[in-house]
């Protein structure tokens, strides 16, 4: 029976949904929503109410545009993880990146959510319930780093460890996917502060993990896109003949 | 760019490949390893750039509370991290020379000054925390906690490499990716001492 | 294995190893150093460190045998922070 030819176009929907995702959450939270730069977290529950009641119909458009966006998340790790799959004889890794993006579209899809719900009626609910609404997406964006960072470091393995024949990503890759995984760490430290650096407005807890994180984005699908091509040059060359002759010109 | 092995590696009869024995240029590790390092690095650049900058903000609190901190606990922490970097360069060139034994023996003694460093750390802290200095008493604490914190996680990091590098050097032989990875883990750890004769110098003697 | 020991540290890196030592024990002896002159004596730190950092670099990490663009990044980086550094602690107030 003849294998399956390669469905280029499904890889290739599936790592362009990455830069599509970042579209979305960049159209969503920055210009429309306004959540890029965060509001601080010292901020007053009456400031932050007034904010959601001042701009509600931007913030509810805002998020609306962003959590579009989550669900490529999964169409984006699939593009990464049929890659890692092929260089593992037992692919636990990619099972360990699958589940990590189940949580990981959840969670994008809450954030987006619990802020959405925060900018429903905000006339209607007490201030501290706006504030606090507020809070938890912003915990939600940043303190659930534990499975974005054991994702990469599947990834990461998945291409360190790849011993196959034609490994499709180089093996920096798996050291750059080991660097946005430590870097996303720090944004744990959100929940100790509400001024300065360590806060989830701060630039180590929220700027660094967010520009590594999104960067990546974009670095994994130029390199998942090579590696589609590649496997595609790969497949269109003749298969070497069972009893190959030197070809004498 | 996948790594191609080259012929000279897994020799029978247990050999290092060959080019690291001529003294030609070659990347510590591998190219992928620097690109961890000096992202790390980088990272940690902006973190003392943020010291420096809450230091600017408010220098006579930061110049008091550093009178409060012992200069002994970072000096001693200075000279643990300094002698376990040479341990673990010469527990690559024991591998280098085949020497498994002293590199097994050179980076167990490099863990023990590991474990030392974070003693003494722990020391510090509870010394600190029983005075009254916790990381909510003023911003200079804050970030002394959260900078040596975060240090602390990459040593805990690093023991746990050079443990995976203690296991390899006891090969009798290792491939080409293998011994890249000796090479590069060494270069983390030595990363891991460089951030702190930053840190030791930012955080305790400066002034 | 006693004598391979002393055959490997017969090297300059033993060397580069005491120096940075050196320093360390230095700088924990000066104390609170200079209180006439603090800047200069911060500076005086700030190079040292520098000095140090390049040292680990350059011998432990073994990047003075490495191509030279790998060189020039990690020589790059400890000039950008060292320089970066010392100009914020300078244009800050006096401590």
Redesign the interface.
Known sequence: MKPLPLNTSALRLCAWSGPALVILFFVGLVPLAGFIPPPAPSDSAELIASWYQEHTIAIQIGVLVMVTGTAFNATFGASIAVWTRRGEAMPVLTYVQLICLAFVVVDAFFTGMVWGVAAFRPDEVAADTTRMLNDLGWFLFLFTWPPFTVWLLAIGLGV?WDKSD??AF???????N??VA??I??AG?MI?FKH???GFNG??TFW?PTFVFFTWICVMTYMVLRAISAEEQRRALPAPSVDPQPVRG | MSTTVPPSSGVPGGSVPQDRLRRTRHVPGEVGAWVFILGDLAAFALLFGVWMYYRGMEPRLFADSQAEVHRSFGAINTLLLLTSSLCVVTAVRAVRAQMHRLAQAAIGLALVCAVGFLLDKVLEWTDLVANGHGPTTNNYFLYFFVLTGLHAFHVLIGMGILIALARLSGKPSLSEGQFSFVEGGACFWHMVDLIWVVLFALLYLMH | MTGQLVALLRNRISLIWLVLIAATLISWWIGTGDAANPQLGTAAVFVVVFIKVRLIGLYFMELRDAPLPLRLLFEGYCLVVCTTLLAMYLTSGVG
């Open positions: 360190i034609h490994p180089p093996r920096w890759v798996g050291y750059y080991f660097w430590l870097l760490v720090p430290l100790f300065g650096p360590f630039l180590i660094m």
